[in-house]
C-alpha cells in the first residue's frame, strides 16, 4: 500500500551545488548551472569574487601604471595636452593625481555592485514588465551575478597585461585584449572610432549570452532566452550608439 505522506510524483529537494562547481559550470554547463542558481539563488559568493578581482586590478594598476601616468595618458589622448606647456600639465597631473587614486579605489569597490544591481532591476523589469512573469529579486539577482563570471577571466587578462606589457600604452578603458580598442593607438584614432571599437568587447557579449540564458532559467524557461538576449543587445547598441554621439560632439 502507497505511504500516506508526499504523494510518489513529488518533487526531491536537491542541494545547491557548491560555489566553485557554479563557478567553472557557468562556462561549460550554463544552462545546467543556471538552473541550480534559479533553485537555489546565491549572489554573495560571486559579488565577493568579482569585488575581489576587480580591487586587485585597480590596485595593480595603481602599483605598476602609476596614477601619474594614467592621468598624463587620459590629458593626452583627450587633446587637452596639446594646448598646455609642460609646468601646466605637470600641475594638472598633480592636481588630478591627489584624488585620481582615490576614486579609482572607491569604484573598483562600489562599481560592481551598482552595476550588477542596474542590470539585475533591468531584468526584473524584462521579466516582469515585459514579458509578464514574477521574477524574484534574489533569483535574477544571483543570475546577474554569475552571468557577470567572464569578467573575472578579464580581470586576470588585465593584470597579466599591467606586469608583463608596457606602462605607456596601458588603457583603463580597455585595459585586456578583449575588444578592438585595445589595438589601436589613441593618439591617431578618432575618439568616436575608439569608442566604438572599445565597445566591441567580446566579454560584453558573453555577459550578454550568460545573462540571457540564466534569466530565462529564472523564468523556467516560460521567457525564451533567444527574446531576452535581442532586448539586452537592443539597449546596449542604444547605449554605444549614444557613446559613439557624445565621443563625436566632443571632437
Not at 146 to 154: D, H, L
Request: hydrophobic share 55%; with cysteine; net charge positive.
Amino acid at each position: 500500500m502507497a505511504d500516506s505522506g508526499s504523494p510518489p510524483d513529488a518533487p526531491q529537494s536537491t542541494p545547491p551545488k557548491p560555489f566553485l562547481v557554479r563557478l567553472i559550470g557557468v562556462f561549460v554547463e550554463p544552462g545546467e548551472t543556471f538552473d541550480d542558481i534559479a533553485r537555489k539563488p546565491d549572489f554573495i559568493a560571486p559579488l565577493i569574487l568579482l569585488m575581489l578581482v576587480s580591487v586587485a586590478v585597480a590596485e595593480t594598476m595603481l602599483a605598476k601604471i602609476g596614477i601619474d601616468r594614467i592621468i598624463l595618458q587620459t590629458l593626452k589622448q583627450s587633446g587637452r595636452a596639446s594646448s598646455m606647456n609642460p609646468s601646466q600639465l605637470n600641475q594638472a597631473v598633480q592636481k588630478a593625481a591627489s584624488i585620481g587614486s582615490v576614486m579609482i579605489q572607491v569604484m573598483a569597490v562600489a562599481g560592481i555592485p551598482i552595476f550588477l544591481l542596474s542590470v539585475a532591476g533591468f531584468g526584473l523589469l524584462v521579466l516582469n514588465f515585459i514579458f509578464g512573469e514574477s521574477a524574484g529579486f534574489k533569483e535574477v539577482f544571483s543570475a546577474t551575478c554569475y552571468a557577470y563570471m567572464p569578467r573575472v577571466v578579464g580581470g586576470v587578462m588585465a593584470i597579466a597585461v599591467m606586469f608583463f606589457g608596457d606602462p605607456d600604452y596601458f588603457r583603463p578603458t580597455s585595459p585586456a585584449p578583449t575588444n578592438l580598442g585595445f589595438f589601436l593607438n589613441p593618439l591617431t584614432t578618432s575618439r568616436a572610432i575608439l569608442t566604438l571599437a572599445s565597445a566591441l568587447d567580446i566579454l560584453t557579449l558573453w555577459f550578454l549570452v550568460l545573462i540571457a540564458i540564466g534569466l530565462s532559467r529564472v523564468s523556467r524557461n516560460k521567457v525564451k532566452a533567444g527574446s531576452i538576449f535581442i532586448t539586452f543587445f537592443g539597449v546596449w547598441v542604444l547605449l554605444v550608439l549614444a557613446k559613439v554621439g557624445f565621443a563625436l560632439l566632443a571632437g
